[in-house]
């Protein structure tokens, strides 16, 4: 199979560009780290161009700013969102849980 990779998610910059103060110098690493995370994700679940919007939104709040310092910290672990992702598609080829 192949798969073209995604470089112009435009829901996934717009959540990015409001948080680009917060990110600061780590902005174009974050951004590239959301890209593979999104483009992985979308492969491995075989979603639908609909789902895809789920997962960059996901891909985009998985690290928070946080504290005065604004240092990045995990909020969603990537195994909780590929752990959510499997679980949905395997309930869409109809697994029980």
Not at 11 to 40: G, K, P, Q, S
């Amino acid at each position: 199979m192949i798969v073209k990779i995604q470089d112009n998610i435009h829901i996934l910059d717009d959540i990015l560009d409001c948080r680009r103060a917060a990110l600061d110098d780590d902005f174009v690493a974050y951004r590239n780290h959301c890209y593979r995370v999104f483009n992985y994700c979308r492969v491995i679940s075989g979603v639908s161009p609909d789902g895809s919007d789920k997962i960059a939104i996901a891909a985009a709040f998985m690290i928070s700013a946080s504290g005065q310092t604004e240092r990045l910290t995990t909020s969603i672990p990537l195994n909780a969102l590929l752990g959510i992702i499997w679980r949905k598609r395997a309930e869409a080829n109809g697994a029980t849980k």
